[in-house]
C-alpha cells in the first residue's frame, strides 16, 4: 500500500504569513497514464473535507488563489501564500494513483 | 449544485448491521463512480469502497471485505452501504463522496456510525 507522509503534523501560523505541508510518499505516485494523482484537502472544524487541489498543483473551482500546491514523484507540497482565519483546519493530502490512501493529517492553527 | 446527503446511521451492538444509503442530486448520478470514506472520531481519513457506473465493479479496504457491500440503483440516484458482522472500530463518520478522476471533488456530511455495547 502507499503511505503518505505529512509534516508538521501541527503547524501553528502567524495571520498573513505563509505555511507550507510536506507530504512524502512511499512509491511514485505518477500513474502509468501518465499522471500524478495527489491532491490536497482542507477540513475545517466541523464540516466535511474540501478538495483544493487536484493533479498535484490544480486548484479547484473557488478555491483562493493563496494555495497552490507543487512536487513530482514522491515529493509534495501544499502552500499557503497569506495565512487567513478561515484556513484554520486539518489538510490531507490524498494520493488516487494505487488505490486511494490519504496522510495523517496536518492541523493548521494561528499563533 | 452537488448535493449528497447520507442517512441510515446508529448506535448499534457488535457483529450488529446497518445499511447507509446516500441521495445524489444536481449531476448524473449514474456517469459517476461513487465511493464511501469514513473519519474514526478524532482521527484521519480512510477510503472504505467505491463502485463504478453500473455496479459491475466494486473494490473494498481490506478490513471490511466480506462484511460491508457497496451498492447503488441509479433509478434512484442512491447509494449504499450494506456493513455487517460490525465491529467496535467500525465507529466513524461515514461520507459519500463522488469518485472522479481518482480523487473526491464532492463529500456529503456524513452519518455517524457508532458501534458498542
Known amino acids: 500500500d502507499v503511505v503518505l507522509t505529512q509534516s508538521p503534523l501541527s503547524l501553528p501560523v502567524t495571520l498573513g504569513q505563509p505555511a507550507s505541508i510536506s507530504c512524502r510518499s512511499t512509491q511514485s505516485l505518477v500513474h502509468s497514464d501518465g499522471n500524478t494523482y495527489l491532491g490536497w484537502l482542507q477540513q475545517r472544524p466541523g464540516q466535511s473535507p474540501r478538495r483544493l487541489i487536484y493533479?498535484?498543483?490544480n486548484r479547484d473551482s473557488g478555491v483562493p488563489d493563496r494555495f497552490s500546491g507543487s512536487g513530482a514523484g514522491t515529493d509534495f507540497t501544499l502552500k499557503i501564500s497569506r495565512v487567513e482565519a478561515e484556513d484554520v483546519g486539518v489538510y490531507y493530502c490524498m494520493q488516487g494513483t494505487n488505490w486511494r490512501t490519504f496522510g495523517q493529517g496536518t492541523k493548521v492553527e494561528i499563533k | 449544485e452537488v448535493q449528497l446527503v447520507e442517512s441510515g446511521g446508529d448506535l448499534v451492538q457488535p457483529g450488529g448491521s446497518l445499511r447507509l444509503s446516500c441521495a445524489a442530486s444536481?449531476?448524473?448520478?449514474?456517469?459517476?463512480?461513487m465511493a464511501w470514506l469514513r473519519q474514526a472520531p478524532g482521527k484521519g481519513l480512510e477510503f472504505v469502497a467505491q463502485?463504478?457506473?453500473?455496479?459491475?465493479?466494486?473494490y473494498s479496504l481490506d478490513s471490511v471485505k466480506g462484511r460491508f457491500t457497496i451498492s447503488r440503483d441509479n433509478a434512484k440516484n442512491s447509494l449504499y452501504l450494506q456493513m455487517n458482522s460490525l465491529r467496535v472500530e467500525d465507529t466513524a463518520l461515514y461520507y459519500c463522496a463522488r469518485d472522479e478522476g481518482r480523487s473526491f471533488p464532492y463529500w456529503g456530511r456524513g452519518t455517524l456510525v457508532s458501534v458498542s455495547s
Open positions: 444536481g449531476f448524473t448520478f449514474g456517469a459517476y463512480w
Open positions: 463502485i463504478n457506473q453500473d455496479g459491475s465493479e466494486k
Open positions: 493533479k498535484v498543483s
